[in-house]
């Protein structure tokens, strides 16, 4: 077992940055958004699909039913990976950074 941090220097504290917080808080909330709408087009679709809206030919109900089903789960996915990836790249730059302008 490893013995405890005693002392507040040793200990690293997690110190939020705004700028951070509020671009991760858009980007929950878009995915967010884009789930419902992705729920919303699986609905549409089924009803399509099960010829409860007759105007409209049944493979429309499909098409709509498998978009929806790929904006629930995979262009969420998508765009969390990118936000990410684009996060640990601002962290590697700014790691170099610093590492250039120390003598």
């Known amino acids: 077992m490893t013995d405890p941090i005693d002392s507040q220097d ?3 504290e997690y110190i ?11 980007v929950h909330w878009l995915i967010s958004i884009i789930r ?8 549409l679709g089924l009803a399509i699909a099960l010829d409860k ?5 049944a493979p429309v109900g499909y098409v709509l039913l498998i978009i929806g089903l790929a904006q629930m789960w995979v262009l ?7 936000y990410i990836r684009a996060r ?3 962290e590697e730059i700014a790691k170099a950074a ?4 120390a003598p």
């Open 76 to 82: 969420p996915v998508w765009i969390i990976r990118k």
């Open 53 to 57: 809206l007759p105007p409209v030919p």
């Open 98 to 101: 610093e590492g250039a302008d």
């Open 10 to 12: 040793e200990r690293d």
């Open 88 to 90: 640990v790249a601002e």
């Open 16 to 26: 939020p940055d705004p700028e951070k917080e509020k671009q991760a808080k858009a």
């Open 36 to 43: 419902l709408l992705g729920v919303v087009l699986v609905m």
